[in-house]
């Protein structure tokens, strides 16, 4: 479902988002995972990034701007590095109203599926109201949390948690909830 | 001349004084599940006699599952057949107990079974107390098709096992869980249900929608779980008979998860999630709106019943960690009951009343455990990288819960373990499986 279109990839070396580390998942590292191939595309890895040229595309957003954020252990309040993101990923909003947003909340794996589930749900709408604070009209926000049920990094290490407790905000046209 | 020959000893004075209910027995022959029990009960059960031809079979199977229910709790050894001085051929009262205390065998069962050209199926049994040379109790017969053959044999296990431990059983239960394939980045989760040793594995959904932690009716008849089928977490009640699900009719915009019923079956208390709040809801669908039971800005979720209903246990980091509450069953006040270290999660009323269990994190690691409903003599039964979501077995004795190993190739398994910690054992699934929920005792 968080697969969007990657037209218009082209190797520019902007820089990825201020939360995307190193590609330490490559290709065929535990599988495609649906939700995971969004972000890293094909050749990503190595010396070469690539980012999406065309502004106004979701690709941009994902790689350019950068489409999650990270939390702390069991926060959910918005650090410096967060709220710059989510400061541009309102802006690309406000740029392209004909998209709508989902905005995925996810912990790592610490923690009991529950409490995981609402601590996700926290973490979606710190995001959301974030967006909200810096002009996105709510009507095209939703929130889901996926507690601890998605993870994109798969080792047991906080290498891997700290990827792993993050806000996704997944960017998809027409369709108002 | 009654002997009373209790298989264990001390220690339990010490953790946890049960009620006097579960101490008192009329039988000489008696184990204390309580107690901690270190040396099994040895038991000796010569196949069934097979009454007719047709039956010749399934007197093996049925003898078979008996036993392995026994020895499957800990309590109990099995004599192997080999060191048996003389066989039982005929289902008799009379019983030559010498030679069965020569072999050392506290306990004797024997057993016929016969089968109708319909395949109904008819299984007789008796116990006897070797060293009391009597019989425990009256002899007693089950009767089914042949369909239902293990049940009809966890029923001869489950009398055998409440007889001598005075509790009600728990053999003839089933467990409802998640089974899960692929890899950890992409899991695949379907519903399943099984017998509670494995048997009879049937899927209920399909796979397409992640679905999370089933909940069995107090009648064993329904399961609550939840499942992302619109793309978000909604509670959804599935008829385990028809495999019919219906969503359960709360705010389609706010997520709705960690589901249970209520002792009378229809109520149910579950969590709402909207705005980054997460709280406790009560419903009984048909009769009204959700009505909300807690209100502060903290996380509440996983609520439990306790069995009459009175009161509600949950979890809520309004301390600042995840701890465990008691309220009213309507809301109000809610006291806490867990101050220990770490962090506290998923409570779970026993069905007897008389303790909570729990999922506690503590020092990166995870553990089962066991408190008092006030909170006090907490003892912890598990330790692993990653133990979660305790379950009762319905005589409120043995819990189960999900384990899951670290790291890539992490993965999670059904274990079961007893009140004092012991007897801890996988629970056969096919592949993956993680939130388990007991049955009730079936009727």
Redesign the interface.
């Known amino acids: 479902?968080t697969h969007l279109g990657k037209a218009l990839m082209l190797t520019v070396a902007l820089g990825l988002g201020a939360c995307t580390s190193a590609d330490r998942f490559g290709p065929g590292a535990?599988?495609?995972?649906?939700?995971?191939g969004g972000l890293y595309g094909p050749g990503a890895g190595g010396d070469i990034s690539q980012s999406a040229l065309d502004p106004a595309s979701p690709a941009y957003f994902q790689e350019t701007i950068g489409d999650r954020v990270l939390f702390l252990v069991d926060q959910?309040s918005l650090t410096g590095e967060a709220q710059a993101t989510l400061a541009q990923q309102a802006q690309w909003l406000q740029r392209n109203p004909e998209y709508t947003a989902?905005i995925e909340g996810h912990a790592d794996?610490?923690?009991?599926?529950?409490?995981n589930?609402?601590?996700g749900?926290?973490r979606?709408?710190?995001a959301r109201?974030y967006l909200v604070s810096q002009g996105v009209s709510a009507g095209r926000l939703?929130t889901?949390?996926?507690g601890k049920?998605?993870?994109?990094?798969?080792?047991?290490d906080e290498a891997c948690y700290r990827q792993n407790r993050r806000a996704v905000t997944v960017v998809a046209s027409g369709l108002t909830s | 001349m009654k002997l009373i020959r209790l298989l264990t000893l001390a220690l339990a004075a010490l953790t946890l004084a049960l009620p006097a209910a579960a101490q008192q027995g009329d039988g000489p022959l008696r184990i204390e599940i309580t107690e901690g029990v270190i040396e099994p009960l040895p038991f000796a059960i010569p196949t069934f006699e097979a009454e007719n031809e047709a039956a010749q079979e399934w007197a093996q199977r049925i003898t078979q599952v008996v036993a392995d229910d026994l020895t499957g709790t800990g309590l109990f050894r099995q004599i192997p057949r080999d060191a048996f001085i003389e066989n039982v051929t005929e289902f008799s009262p009379n019983v030559q107990y010498a030679n069965w205390k020569a072999i050392n065998a506290q306990a004797l069962i024997t057993g016929a079974v016969s089968v109708t050209p319909d395949g109904q199926l008819n299984v007789k049994f008796r116990l006897f107390d070797v060293f009391s040379e009597r019989p425990l109790g009256d002899g007693l017969q089950f009767g089914g098709t042949t369909n239902s053959w293990r049940r009809i044999a966890h029923k001869v296990a489950d009398a055998v096992y409440s007889r001598i431990t005075g509790e009600s059983g728990y053999f003839d239960s089933r467990v409802v869980f998640v089974s899960e394939r692929?890899?950890?980045?992409?899991?695949l989760k379907r519903l399943a249900v099984m017998d509670y040793d494995g048997a009879n594995l049937q899927y209920l959904t399909d796979g397409a929608d992640?679905v999370?932690?089933p909940r069995f009716s107090p009648d064993g008849e329904r399961v609550l779980y939840t499942s992302y089928e619109t793309?978000?977490?909604q509670i959804y009640e599935l008829n385990v008979g028809t495999v019919t699900r219906t969503p359960l009719p709360v705010p389609a915009e706010a997520?709705s998860?960690?589901p249970r019923y209520a002792p009378d079956g229809r109520t149910i208390i579950f969590?709402l999630?909207q705005?980054?709040?997460?709280d406790i809801y009560r419903l009984r669908p048909g009769a009204g709106q959700p009505e909300r039971l807690t209100t502060a800005p903290s996380?509440e979720?996983?609520p439990s019943f306790s069995p009459d209903g009175s009161q509600i246990v949950f979890?809520s980091?309004r301390s600042g960690t995840?701890q465990l509450y008691v309220m009213p069953a309507s809301g109000g006040e809610a006291q806490r009951i867990s101050f220990g270290p770490g962090?506290y999660?998923?409570p779970v009323w026993s069905p007897r009343g008389d303790l909570i269990a729990f999922?506690k994190?503590n020092a990166g690691r995870f553990h089962i455990g066991v408190m008092r409903t006030d909170g006090s003599e907490e003892r912890l039964l598990t330790a692993s990288?990653?133990d979660?979501?305790p379950t009762w077995a319905p005589n409120g004795r043995v819990l189960m819960f999900t384990r899951?190993t670290?790291?890539?190739a992490?993965e999670p398994a059904l274990y079961s373990v007893d009140i004092s910690g012991r007897n801890l054992r996988r629970v056969p699934t096919d592949g993956a499986a993680s939130?388990p929920a007991w049955s009730p005792l079936l009727p």
């Open positions: 479902m535990g599988g495609a995972g649906a939700g995971a959910s989902i794996e610490q923690g009991t599926r529950e409490y589930l609402a601590l749900e926290r979606a709408n710190a109201d939703r889901v949390s996926y049920e998605r993870p994109i990094e798969i080792c047991s | 692929g890899p950890k980045n992409d899991r992640l999370l932690a793309g978000f977490p997520m998860f960690a969590s999630a705005g980054g709040n997460t996380i979720t996983a979890e980091d995840p962090r999660g998923t999922t994190q990288f990653l979660e979501g899951e670290a790291g890539a992490g939130d």
